[in-house]
Nanobody
Framework: QVKLVESGGGLVHPGGSLRLSCTAS????????MGWLRQAPGKQREGLGC????????YVQDSVKGRFTISRDSSKNTVYLEMNSLKPEDTAVYYC?????????????WGQGTQVTVSS
């Protein structure tokens, strides 16, 4: 059974930082594309970026480039989303997802999400 568990969300002031974790069980993150997405109230889900399984290369969307970074720790079977210079518009539920085809697109498995609130 595949399970993705996000953690690390919370309340942060504008300009602050958070690191989200996504710990996987039932899959090996090195063999899957692992992505981060978010959904703000009243808005469509937005893809933030991805780390490919085999190659380990990462990309992030232009909207968060320079502020957000994706990485992984294979020994912990965990993927991270490092978020800096947070803005109120970053407030959303953040999800990690896994793509077994390593395309960074066909998300087959999802975590339950973790709330990030950026507010003074």
């Amino acid at each position: 059974q595949v399970k993705l568990v996000e953690s690390g969300g919370g309340l942060v002031h504008p300009g602050g930082s958070l690191r989200l974790s996504c710990t996987a069980s039932g899959i090996i993150v090195d063999l899957y594309a692992m992505g981060w997405l978010r959904q703000a109230p009243g808005k469509q889900r937005e893809g933030l970026g991805c780390i490919h399984g085999t190659a380990g290369d990462t990309y992030v969307q232009d909207s968060v480039k320079g502020r957000f970074t994706i990485s992984r720790d294979s020994s912990k079977n965990t993927v991270y989303l490092e978020m800096n210079s947070l803005k109120p518009e970053d407030t959303a539920v953040y999800y990690c997802a896994a793509d077994p085809r390593d395309y960074c697109a066909d998300w087959e498995y999802w975590g339950q999400g973790t709330q990030v609130t950026v507010s003074s």
